[in-house]
């Protein structure tokens, strides 16, 4: 199996939970865009019905009207029943890191919403701790003065190495990359654990230059894991 095929699996099965009539939250990423696809071949064969999308990024919603999902937004409905979505990182207590693929803002505007927030990862996913993949932990901050806001986020972690980095675009990579939003995005890279991630959220949230980061702290409710040895359902 590749690891496209263990986001297929996983996803499939987080479909299984959509149920007609319901409001869903729809993920950005290479694995939710498994789901949404299931979603609109679902509603194509007239086996789910009424469903209204809210999708997390321009991306997805370009793929959920190509597929004829209705979409709305959270103006229109505040409470979502149920949101899938991918992770880049997944601890033992179900903490999330999200946002490489830079959709963080409104993912967590769209999965803070939500009864229920249903996260599909393949296994290369799970870590013992949060920012142990030694991948990027994002940050959305806004443009003006940006390594002023980097530099108190890269000294906010200094005990745990961390480095920030701005993300940007294309080969030479001398473009930053924009979210969604109009912000740039500071990848945070640790080399040891951050303990406490409630405090470390409240200490970079301080930050007047930051919008929003890519720890998702106690908001998935259940995660699917799709391993070469099978499915693995943990519920919080
Ligand atoms: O950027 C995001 O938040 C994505 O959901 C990411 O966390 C997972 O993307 P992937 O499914 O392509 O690995």
Not at 22 to 47: C, P
Not at 106 to 115: I, L, P, S, Y
Request: proline content about 3%; some cysteine.
């Amino acid at each position: 199996l590749t690891q496209d095929d263990l986001k297929k699996i996983a996803a499939y099965k987080a479909v299984e939970y959509v149920e007609s009539g319901m409001v869903l939250g729809l993920g950005t990423g290479s694995t939710a865009k498994h789901a949404v696809d299931r979603i609109g071949e679902l509603l194509r064969q007239g086996k789910l019905k009424d469903i209204v999308g809210i999708p997390t990024s321009t991306k997805t919603h370009e793929q959920a009207l190509s597929l004829g999902i209705p979409l709305s937004d959270l103006d229109s409905h505040p409470v979502v029943d149920l949101a899938i979505d991918g992770a880049d990182e997944v601890d033992p207590y179900l903490n999330l890191v999200k946002g490489r693929g830079g959709s963080l803002l409104r993912e967590k505007m769209v999965e803070g919403a939500c009864k229920k927030f249903v996260v599909i990862v393949d296994e290369s996913k799970l870590v013992n701790y949060i920012g142990g993949s030694g991948l990027a932990m994002p940050v959305e901050v806004i443009q003006f003065c940006w390594k002023f806001t980097a530099s108190r986020l890269q000294k906010l972690f200094e005990e745990s190495g961390c480095v920030a980095k701005l993300r940007t675009l294309g080969e030479k990579g001398d473009e930053p990359y924009v979210t969604d939003n109009g912000n740039f995005i500071i990848d945070l890279y640790f080399k040891q654990s951050i303990g406490d991630l409630k405090a470390a959220s409240d200490s970079i949230l301080q930050i007047a230059g930051v919008v929003e980061h890519g720890m998702f702290i106690d908001m998935a409710t259940t995660v699917i894991v799709a391993g070469e040895l099978g499915l693995t359902v943990k519920d919080k």
